[in-house]
């Protein structure tokens, strides 16, 4: 198991307020997973990927990772595995608005000192693996949605990460271009063999994923295996089921 | 990747950018102005002093004379015989300048063998007065005497402009009596470089060499020499005995302390009765700092000395100059320092707030394991460019300002007053003005604003502290953001 988290909680102070955002979670991911992680806002799937991405440690708990303790990590070590193991995507791009495609690419290098011309060899193979060749001396506000998100999987990829975390990678998208980004996204998990972990509220989304996790109010609900049939899924609060009922009438997505 | 970002995100934030870079301009560009002004304000104070006082003079050292010597020179007018009446006469009577007592030559070698004291040259300074005229004759002997001078005196020398009519006893000439006066100065000419002809610049002829201790040779000023026409080569007669011109001189400065004629000091001593004396000692220390011992030095070897230092002059100055010298050294300097702090503060203000804008992208940089030193780096290196940017635009301003202050300043004067050693009323010898403290010597000088490659240096310097304070307080607040700054939702 690449990731086994054991009575993982996190909370946070505000003022007097203090506010459980996971509480207790039991999880484990394989190596090779592609794992979706639903629920509604305020479930904590963001602070479960935070842990999963060693952005930020647990109150409480055991999370190994390759037999090693975050919780127990310090700041420099956390950033060296966010440089050489793990590569992000995140629903608003986050590219650097003054670079362009290829230079936000060649961000990712940097951690790693390689040569200019290194690097730039590298930025642009990534590119041209998500087909982004074309435009890769535009800078974001040149490009369409769907553009910044292929450049900043390209960004993601370019180090050849073991897991990818992506937040929300559809948000801002449309349909259509979610569909090709998503697309990408298999495919290359395909090829590669990388874990990857996605939190989405999308269920066509995470319906793409071999493992589906749904949170609430910080804790796990027991999962369903596999891709799921058409009710299999189960409900953790009305509300869930009222959004995915309205989403897949909305979508009829392809199932199996 | 470094340089790229740092220019790409300025570019981005450019008209902020400039803002901040024009404030710290502002700032620096005031501290280079007010100090080159204040250091155009030294100059001008060195200047004045210099004029008054002969470059490379450290000290002087007079005596007072007690009031019961000198006094008026009589001439012996008194035509005894018959048959001197109806002649043309001319008298000349050299005396030290009156109230200055003469001091023993053997003074000036025991002053130049005092420790801290590099060369001390003794000078001896007089004014000749001639009249001449004709005698009258006399109706008879018990004529009442109506001395009938109607002294025009042709005022010959710049310095010297009074002319006495003299009163004697008896029968007086009742022709005009002409009454002329002029300073001399002796001159030590074995000894360069210091001494009456110091603050004065040759601009015909030559001046003495070093064995023309007893030549009848003279050098004159150019303004008297033009009055009276003389020119290098003429002849002037000096108590009786004939001087050849060898050079003219102009004063250093706009200033009106040199001396008419200079001739050799043994010459001078010879016709004024002052042989083996001197009426000044110039000294020159071996450096500033010893001036002070210097001076406490000869006040213990001459008692009954006046000495005056350069600083002592200083003191002394009033005028345009002096309100100049204070404005620059309160007012401006307050003024600058209060532009160059809020400069600063701007600078900072600036950056933090820009890098309180980029939460979400350096937090997505330290998710891709930028470390957190890297981005402070990012912010420094923005900030330190700005400075630079100031610290040019700030020189330009600088010099800009100090050419103006020097193109439209008004020509100053500087007035040297009277000291607590006033003698009794006279001419006061040239170049010695500020020691006798008599007549006011006024001295003009125009003001420049020099901008030295130091002053530029340190203009570049203040501005790039500025932009790495900024930086620091920028990269501060950078090197807190998270990783997890990136998955915030709201902006």
Redesign the interface.
């Known amino acids: 198991m690449l990731y086994e988290l054991t009575g993982v909680t996190k909370r946070y102070s505000r003022g007097r307020k203090t506010v459980d955002a996971l509480a207790g979670i039991d999880l484990t991911i394989g190596e090779g997973d592609f794992v979706a992680i639903q629920g509604s806002t305020g479930s904590g799937k963001?602070t479960l990927?935070?842990m999963l991405?060693a952005?930020?440690r647990p109150s409480t708990g055991e999370a190994m990772y390759d037999g090693r303790d975050l919780a127990k990590m310090g700041e420099?070590d956390l950033?060296?595995l966010?440089?050489?193991s793990y590569g992000?995507i995140?629903?608003?791009f986050?590219l650097?608005?003054?670079?362009t495609a290829q230079?936000n690419v060649?961000?990712?290098l940097?951690?790693w000192h390689v040569g200019?011309d290194e690097?730039r060899r590298r930025a642009r193979e990534a590119l041209d693996g998500v087909g982004l060749a074309d435009r890769a001396r535009h800078i974001p506000s040149e490009m369409s949605g769907g553009e910044q998100q292929r450049a900043a999987i390209a960004?993601a990829l370019v180090r050849e990460p073991r897991v990818i975390l992506a937040?929300e990678p559809t948000g801002n998208l449309d349909e259509r271009t979610r569909d090709e980004i998503i697309g990408l996204l298999e495919q290359l998990w395909r090829e590669r063999g990388q874990t990857l972990i996605v939190v989405t509220h999308d269920t066509w989304v995470a319906s793409r994923a071999s493992r589906r996790i749904w949170l609430d109010a910080g804790k796990l609900a027991p999962e369903g295996s596999g891709r799921p049939g058409p009710v299999a899924e189960p409900e953790t609060s009305a509300r869930e089921a009222d959004e995915t009922v309205t989403e897949r009438m909305a979508e009829e997505p392809a199932l199996v | 990747m470094f340089f790229t970002y740092i220019y790409r995100e300025l570019r981005r934030r450019h008209r902020q950018a400039l803002l901040t870079a024009l404030g710290l301009a502002v700032g620096v560009g005031l501290v280079v102005a007010v100090t080159a002004y204040a250091g155009g304000v030294g100059k001008a104070q060195d200047t004045v002093l210099h004029s008054l006082y002969g470059v490379g003079t450290d000290i002087t050292v007079t005596q007072t004379a007690k009031l019961s010597q000198g006094g008026p020179p009589s001439f012996q007018m008194n035509p005894g015989s018959q048959s001197q009446q109806g002649k043309a006469f001319s008298r000349a009577a050299i005396r030290s300048a009156p109230g200055q007592q003469s001091l023993a030559a053997t003074k000036v070698t025991q002053i130049a063998a005092l420790s801290g004291v590099k060369q001390a040259v003794g000078g001896l300074t007089l004014t000749s007065m001639n009249v001449s005229g004709k005698f009258a004759k006399a109706a008879s002997s018990g004529a009442a005497p109506g001395s009938q001078s109607s002294g025009s005196s042709s005022s010959s020398s710049t310095s010297s402009s009074s002319s006495s009519s003299t009163q004697s006893a008896a029968t007086a000439s009742q022709a005009p009596i002409n009454v002329s006066s002029f300073s001399i100065s002796g001159v030590d000419v074995t000894q360069t470089g210091l001494g009456p002809l110091s603050s004065t610049q040759l601009s015909t002829g030559r001046i003495f060499t070093s064995t023309e201790t007893t030549t009848h040779v003279a050098v004159l000023s150019q303004s008297y020499a033009k009055q009276n026409k003389y020119t290098v080569g003429s002849t002037i007669k000096i108590s009786g005995k004939k001087y050849t011109v060898i050079g003219l001189v102009t004063s250093s400065a706009g200033s009106t302390s040199t001396s008419d004629v200079y001739i050799p000091l043994h010459l001078a001593q010879a016709i004024s009765d002052n042989t083996g004396k001197v009426n000044e000692i110039y000294v020159k220390a071996t450096s500033a700092n010893d001036i002070a011992k210097v001076k406490s030095e000869i006040k213990s070897a001459l008692p009954k000395a006046t000495v005056t230092t350069a600083s002592d002059l200083a003191g002394q100055v009033s005028g345009s100059l002096k309100s100049a010298s204070q404005l620059a050294s309160t007012l401006g300097k307050w003024l600058a320092v209060a532009a160059l702090v809020a400069a600063f503060a701007v600078a900072c203000l600036l950056t933090v707030s820009a890098v309180s804008r980029r939460v979400r992208e350096f937090g997505t940089l330290k998710a891709l394991g930028w470390k957190s030193r890297r981005v402070v780096g990012q912010v420094m290196g923005e900030s330190v460019v700005q400075g630079v940017v100031g610290g040019i635009l700030g020189v330009i301003i600088g010099v800009a300002g100090a050419m103006a202050i020097a193109h439209f300043s008004p020509v100053l004067k500087a007035t040297v007053g009277q000291t607590s050693t006033a003698g009794p009323g006279g001419q006061a010898p040239p170049g010695m003005a500020a020691a006798m403290g008599q007549a006011a010597q006024t001295v003009a000088v125009h003001l420049t604003a020099p901008v030295s490659l130091q002053l530029v240096a340190l203009a570049v310097g203040l501005a790039l502290a500025g932009g790495v304070l900024a930086g620091a307080f920028g990269g501060w607040r950078a090197s807190r953001l998270r990783p997890a700054d990136a998955l915030r939702r709201v902006d």
Do not use: C, K, W, Y
């Open positions: 963001t990927l935070q991405g952005m930020d420099s950033s060296e966010r440089s050489h992000f995140f629903q608003a986050n650097i608005p003054t670079l230079e060649e961000t990712a940097v951690p200019g690097r960004r937040d």
